[in-house]
Structure formats: C-alpha cells, structure tokens
C-alpha cells in the first residue's frame, strides 16, 4: 500500500471492474467463464450453472417517496432474472441479502417480500436462502441467483460475427422516461405536499421504471423458433452502453439505425412532454431489462415478422467503428454513457 490515493471516479464503475478483474485469475476448471458477462458459468456436467448478483441501495438506486416496497422487491429479482435471460438460461434460485433499519417496519418488509414472491412465482423461482442484518440508515436488498441451460446452449456477449443482425427486444427508453416523470412529481409534491401525483397518465414509463419485466418469455420463444442468439446482454444499463459491451467483447462493430429503435408511442409522446428526447432515453436511459442479441442472417426469415422484436441494425469487422446512422442518415460515433454512481 502506498499513500496515494485515486478517486473512483476516475476509473468510472467498468473501470473499476476491470481493474479488480485484471487481479484474479480462475482456478478452478469448473469456473468456465468469470468476470465479464452478464452471469458467470460453472461447469455442470451435461449442464452449466448460470450465478449473478445485484445490488440495489435506497438513495442510489431507488427512492422509496414513489417506490412502493412491493415493486422494489419484484424489481430486485427481475433485475436477476434479466441476467440469466440474457446468458440463454433458465433461472431456478434466488438468495435474498438485506440490510434494513430500524426506519422500517416488519410491515413494510412484508410488502417488500410480498413482490419477491410474485416475481418467484412469475419467473418459476425458488427462494433458498438470504441474509438479514441491521444497517444505519437505509434500505439495501442484493438478490443473487442461479440458473442453468444445457452446456453449449449459453450464450455469451462475446459471440457476434460479421453481418449478424443486431436485434433487440420490447421497447426502450421507458424506464428512464417513468424515472423522469416520477422525479419531477416528486420536486412538485415536496414544492407543495396538497398537489396530487399525476402519475396516470404516464403508467406505462412509469411501470416500467417501477415494476421491469424481465424477458424470460423472449428466450423461450426463440427456442421454439429454433433460433441460438450469436451473442446476447440485457439492457440494464442502457442501449448504446450494451452495444458497445457486445463490441468489446466480440471484437466487432455495431451499426445501428435511430429509426429502427423501438420507442413506446407513450413513452414517446410523455419524453417530448418532459422535454426529452425519446431517441436519447432510449440510447442512454437503462433500466428497460430487454434483450439485446444478434442472429445469423440465416435466423432472419425466423423473427422478421415477431411482434415485439425488432432488428436494429448490424454487426461488421471493425471492433473501432460503433455507429449509429440517424434519421437524416448522418453516421455519428455511438457513446456509452451507462450509469454514473461515483
Ligand atoms: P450486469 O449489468 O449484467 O449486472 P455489471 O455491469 O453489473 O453486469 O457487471 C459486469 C461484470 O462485472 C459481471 O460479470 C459482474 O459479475 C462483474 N462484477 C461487477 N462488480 C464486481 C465486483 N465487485 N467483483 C467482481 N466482479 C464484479
Ligand atoms: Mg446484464
């Protein structure tokens, strides 16, 4: 140790993990992949074992003034789900970590695992396990689960070839639009507590960013079709973030089109309300938990008519060149932003 002393933000949260990354290696010949997707892969047999984790911290990732306790709880396991979805993998247990203060009570924590149980109930999940401990001041819940698909089934961010088409799931944008909508009414109730949240009108962002789907029913639909992603990531941090992870890591560009990027007409009409553009949210917002994936073009005839998937644009050789052709067929450079905690 020396004295030195470098803020976090500096490296940013990716950095961060590519520096703690950088100082482990596996050794364990069952541990197939470690850091770097969206779920580790353990050796099985006949199987893989698919094991994520995330955290979510009251004041970073939720504020519980227009978070019922109920959706933070579907939410957490969602978020969950998502990551194995993403990997092609079916989940099957989930572990529960919480640390809480005394600001709470066992009501309230009722309410919290009332929508952990209807998300172990909607995804087909077993609760096995947890850990329950006192914290200061707020709330954190960090749900971690295990899934599993047969070995070679999985699907990596790593996969994408040249010309395999980039598809993506539902829609986007939506999250972070609810999460627009619900800050400000929060700045009005707080302004004057007799104003009533207009929150109906927005119930589509807003479920969104409350209550996120994870799409389980996507990847058992392309197994039906008979379709295997070439690579996959779910979008938790945001569409252009995503891409360039599954650039990265296939050591291939992305081209993607801005008029092919599924936008909710609501959400939409809602982002031009609050001032926002659409296009933005959806490249930059998070939170929307869909799939992003590409197919061999021979998988193309196979989804081309799917309802709720929608081919965005293409993968090519040149891991340099993320780019985005806008609705005046200008090509601009695509930029992660992702999420900025520190
Ligand atoms: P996702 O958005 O899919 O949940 P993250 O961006 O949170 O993925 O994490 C990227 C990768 O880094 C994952 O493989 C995750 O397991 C790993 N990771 C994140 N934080 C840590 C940490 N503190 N220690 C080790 N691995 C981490
Ligand atoms: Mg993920």
Known sequence: MTDKRTDISTLGEFGLIDRISSGFTLRNTSSLRGIGDDAAVIDAGEEVMLLSTDMLVEGIHFDLSYTPLQHLGYKAVAANVSDIAAMNGKPEQIIVAMAVSNRFSVEAIDALFEGIRAACDEYKVDLVGGDTTASPAGLVINVSVLGRTKKGNEVYRSGAKDNDVLCVSGDLGGAYIGLQILEREKEVFLANPNMQPELDKHEYAVG???RPKARMDIIYELADLG?????????????ASELMHISKNSKAGVRIFEDKIPIDQDAFNTAVEFNLDPFTCALNGGEDYELLFTIHQADV???????????????HADPTQNVLITKNGNVVPLKAQGWVHF
């Open 301 to 315: 005839e196979k989804l081309k008519n799917h309802s709720d998937i929608q081919m965005i644009g293409y993968i």
């Open 208 to 210: 969104r960013q409350l």
């Open 227 to 239: 379709v295997k992603p070439t690579s996959m990531i779910d979008v938790s941090d945001g569409l």
